[in-house]
């Protein structure tokens, strides 16, 4: 399907490119989550990866009382199972907490990114991707967050978050993204 | 007498030459059925070199055809510098292809022949004129021309061209190259990611999915203009387009909220139309080629299945029940089968499958790597497939009766979402 690594270091490149960007103004959520809990094949987010170039620096701690967006730090990612998009039990745990810290603040615009491993077709994790977004979406809207303006974006397969080709790697990479902006 | 055979035999099997055809017409005389292992001798000899070109020129148009009789996997070539009564083949052969190479008011003509053997009727005579640098061009024409003659329901392949997703800029970009590996083509700049490429009918555009506006939308690019127009756009996404056979309309995929379903709009532009109201995920259509029905993938099952509906709605059927994981179909031009990517435990393979239902799936790639995305070309006989076997992802072509597969393109990035063009027109 996609073996090759200079496309891997490329789209690499891209992601952490993005990620520097998106840090001077906030923390990237995928690097400072702890793992979900409950799931014996949920790895450490922050696992490193010895195939790909190093990964971004680690973000500063939460500065919640100087930082109008440090309340974003403690929005975290959640997981998915493998071709599946219900919310399973460890993140509905996770988006409680979420759906508190969204509640309890405004300002910035919310996308959520649908995220797949690389098992699958780049055409399926396409539509996959979407269902988890939106799947994410319909959660937090049910635990009353104000959903109108989430945006919602599937990038299928097509930007892992981790570059291996193992079932640590696949696990972080089935996720929905909270990215503000 | 030197000759060789250019063409391994990988399958040997009894060619039908159609009976019911009368003796005294000697059109089609030879033409055989389609379907099976089928392998013609056929006897070509050496281009002879007319009035204002070189032998270079001859040589040239003569390596290009004689490539093209190769990979139509429908003959076993005897080369020979010339023909003469006597020779073994001149009896064995089915018909002797003859050439000669000359130059004319700047154009290079090509005066192609093609007889019959053992009585050495005239089958087909035509020139082929066009600019000097386009020779290949000329003998693909006239390699066509001979699969015409003497096939039946075939127009050939040697001016189809291939679409396909590489990364060998960095990002995911449309390219288009012939169906010998020649003349690739770099279709989209715009360093975001482009993927599914599908053909218009008339091979003059593509429909492919881009991220370049931010998330995934369709778009169509005229080939010869460059243009891009929008033909899908919004929230969520639109993905896996496919022109319908009449080039009318698009199929593609819409996932949002929490509806993921086809849906169909006029290739001029205009409202989509939904198509199924299955639920779960439905993706990847392909249509059937009267246009009536098309195959796509569903996962109303728990797991991704192939399923076979009327386009106008109206209950699907599931044509595939092997695996956990079957996707990306392609129905044939010939409608005889529909090809499609089936998850094993080590990636993807290329499998086939009666789209009545009556005949059961097939596997036809073996590894190594993830080979996907298979796409028919316009004669029913070949697939394109991407694979990414060993850490060398290419594209391939496969033959489906002999299993013969050669690599089309390769190297300098991945590849995926192979997608074989029609016959354009001369």
Same mark, same amino acid.
């Given at each position: 399907?996609?073996? *090759?690594?200079?496309?891997?270091?490329?789209?690499?490149?891209?992601?952490?490119?993005?990620?520097?960007?998106?840090?001077?103004?906030?923390?990237?959520?995928?690097?400072?989550?702890?793992?979900?809990?409950?799931?014996?094949?949920? #790895?450490?987010?922050?696992? #490193?990866?010895?195939?790909?170039? #190093?990964?971004?620096?680690?973000?500063?701690?939460?500065? %919640?009382?100087?930082?109008?967006? %440090?309340?974003?730090? %403690?929005?975290?990612?959640?997981?998915?199972?493998?071709?599946?998009?219900?919310?399973?039990?460890? %993140?509905?745990?996770?988006?409680?907490?979420?759906?508190?810290?969204?509640?309890?603040?405004?300002?910035?615009?919310?996308?959520?990114? *649908?995220?797949?491993?690389?098992?699958?077709?780049?055409?399926?994790?396409?539509?996959?991707?979407?269902?988890?977004?939106?799947?994410?979406?319909?959660?937090?809207?049910?635990?009353?967050?104000?959903?109108?303006?989430?945006?919602?974006?599937?990038?299928?397969?097509?930007?892992?978050?981790?570059?291996?080709?193992?079932?640590?790697?696949?696990?972080?990479?089935?996720?929905?993204?909270?990215?503000?902006? | 007498?030197?000759?060789?055979?250019? /063409?391994?035999?990988?399958?040997?099997?009894?060619?039908?030459?159609?009976?019911?055809?009368?003796?005294?017409? =000697?059109?089609?005389?030879?033409?055989?059925?389609?379907?099976? !292992?089928?392998?013609?001798?056929?006897?070509?000899?050496?281009?002879?070199?007319?009035?204002?070109?070189?032998?270079?020129?001859?040589?040239?148009?003569?390596?290009?055809?004689?490539?093209?009789?190769?990979?139509?996997?429908?003959?076993?070539? /005897?080369?020979?510098?010339?023909?003469?009564?006597?020779?073994?083949?001149?009896?064995?052969?089915?018909?002797?292809?003859?050439?000669?190479?000359?130059?004319?008011?700047?154009?290079?003509?090509?005066?192609?022949?093609?007889?019959?053997?053992?009585?050495?009727?005239?089958?087909?005579?035509?020139?082929?004129?066009?600019?000097?640098? &386009?020779?290949?061009?000329?003998?693909?024409?006239? !390699?066509?021309?001979?699969?015409?003659?003497?096939? +039946?329901?075939?127009?050939?392949?040697?001016?189809?061209?291939?679409?396909?997703?590489?990364?060998?800029?960095? =990002?995911?970009?449309?390219?288009?190259?012939?169906?010998?590996?020649?003349?690739?083509?770099?279709?989209?700049?715009?360093?975001?990611?482009?993927?599914?490429?599908?053909?218009?009918?008339?091979?003059?555009?593509?429909?492919?999915?881009?991220?370049?506006?931010?998330?995934? +939308?369709?778009?169509?690019?005229?080939?010869?203009?460059?243009?891009?127009?929008?033909?899908?756009?919004?929230?969520?996404?639109?993905?896996?387009? =496919?022109?319908?056979?009449?080039?009318?309309?698009?199929? @593609? $995929?819409?996932?949002?909220?929490?509806?993921?379903?086809? @849906?169909?709009?006029?290739? !001029?532009?205009?409202?989509?139309?939904?198509?199924?109201?299955?639920?779960?995920? =439905?993706?990847?259509?392909?249509?059937?080629?009267?246009?009536?029905?098309?195959?796509?993938?569903?996962?109303?099952?728990?797991?991704?299945?192939?399923?076979?509906?009327?386009?106008?709605?109206?209950?699907?059927?599931?044509?595939? @029940?092997?695996?956990?994981?079957?996707?990306?179909?392609? &129905?044939?031009? /010939?409608?005889?089968?529909?090809?499609?990517?089936?998850?094993?435990? +080590?990636? @993807?393979?290329?499998?086939?499958?009666?789209?009545?239902?009556?005949?059961?799936?097939?596997?036809?790639?073996?590894?190594?790597?993830?080979?996907?995305?298979?796409? &028919?070309?316009?004669?029913?006989?070949?697939?394109?497939?991407?694979?990414?076997?060993?850490?060398? $992802?290419?594209?391939?072509?496969?033959?489906?009766?002999?299993?013969?597969?050669?690599?089309?393109?390769?190297?300098?990035?991945?590849?995926?979402?192979?997608? &074989?063009?029609?016959?354009? !027109?001369?």
């Amino acid at each position: 399907m996609k073996e *090759g690594h200079p496309m891997r270091r490329s789209r690499l490149g891209t992601a952490l490119a993005l990620c520097v960007l998106l840090m001077s103004v906030l923390v990237w959520a995928g690097c400072s989550k702890k793992s979900a809990k409950g799931v014996e094949t949920e #790895p450490t987010p922050a696992a #490193p990866d010895t195939t790909t170039p #190093p990964p971004p620096p680690p973000p500063p701690p939460p500065q %919640a009382t100087e930082d109008a967006t %440090a309340w974003q730090d %403690a929005i975290q990612d959640v997981f998915f199972d493998y071709d599946k998009y219900d919310i399973r039990s460890d %993140a509905r745990e996770v988006l409680q907490k979420d759906a508190s810290g969204l509640k309890a603040h405004s300002g910035g615009t919310l996308v959520l990114e *649908g995220h797949c491993d690389e098992r699958g077709t780049p055409e399926y994790n396409l539509a996959l991707g979407q269902r988890r977004a939106d799947a994410v979406v319909a959660y937090l809207k049910d635990l009353g967050v104000e959903t109108g303006s989430v945006q919602t974006v599937s990038y299928g397969e097509e930007r892992p978050f981790a570059q291996g080709h193992d079932e640590s790697s696949w696990a972080q990479n089935r996720r929905v993204h909270f990215r503000f902006q | 007498m030197a000759f060789t055979v250019l /063409t391994s035999i990988l399958c040997v099997g009894a060619f039908q030459v159609n009976a019911q055809t009368p003796p005294q017409s =000697n059109e089609k005389q030879l033409t055989i059925q389609k379907g099976g !292992a089928q392998i013609i001798p056929l006897v070509v000899e050496d281009f002879t070199v007319g009035p204002g070109a070189t032998q270079k020129d001859a040589e040239s148009v003569y390596r290009v055809l004689a490539q093209d009789l190769d990979f139509s996997n429908y003959f076993i070539i /005897t080369r020979v510098p010339q023909l003469v009564a006597g020779d073994p083949v001149a009896v064995t052969g089915k018909a002797v292809v003859r050439g000669s190479v000359e130059m004319a008011g700047g154009q290079l003509v090509l005066k192609g022949a093609l007889e019959s053997l053992p009585g050495r009727t005239r089958i087909l005579s035509r020139d082929y004129a066009t600019k000097p640098e &386009w020779y290949r061009e000329t003998a693909h024409r006239f !390699a066509d021309d001979i699969v015409i003659a003497l096939i +039946d329901r075939d127009a050939g392949i040697a001016r189809t061209k291939i679409a396909y997703v590489s990364t060998k800029t960095g =990002n995911k970009e449309l390219y288009v190259v012939d169906y010998d590996g020649f003349g690739v083509r770099q279709v989209t700049h715009n360093r975001s990611i482009n993927m599914s490429p599908a053909w218009s009918p008339n091979c003059r555009q593509l429909v492919y999915t881009s991220f370049k506006k931010g998330d995934p +939308d369709i778009y169509v690019v005229d080939l010869a203009s460059g243009v891009e127009r929008l033909v899908a756009g919004g929230p969520g996404v639109q993905g896996a387009p =496919n022109f319908s056979p009449d080039g009318k309309s698009i199929l @593609f $995929s819409n996932t949002r909220g929490r509806e993921s379903e086809l @849906f169909m709009v006029p290739a !001029a532009g205009g409202t989509p139309r939904r198509v199924t109201r299955e639920g779960g995920i =439905n993706t990847s259509p392909s249509w059937s080629p009267d246009g009536h029905r098309i195959v796509f993938t569903s996962d109303r099952s728990g797991t991704p299945q192939l399923y076979v509906a009327d386009v106008d709605g109206g209950i699907s059927r599931r044509l595939t @029940f092997g695996g956990t994981w079957n996707d990306l179909a392609s &129905w044939s031009p /010939t409608g005889d089968l529909v090809a499609y990517s089936a998850r094993q435990s +080590d990636g @993807f393979r290329v499998a086939v499958v009666d789209p009545s239902g009556l005949d059961g799936e097939r596997l036809v790639t073996t590894g190594p790597g993830s080979e996907e995305h298979p796409s &028919w070309a316009p004669n029913g006989r070949h697939v394109a497939f991407s694979s990414g076997s060993g850490g060398r $992802s290419g594209i391939y072509v496969l033959h489906i009766d002999s299993g013969q597969r050669r690599e089309l393109i390769s190297g300098g990035g991945t590849y995926q979402g192979a997608a &074989w063009s029609g016959v354009p !027109a001369r």
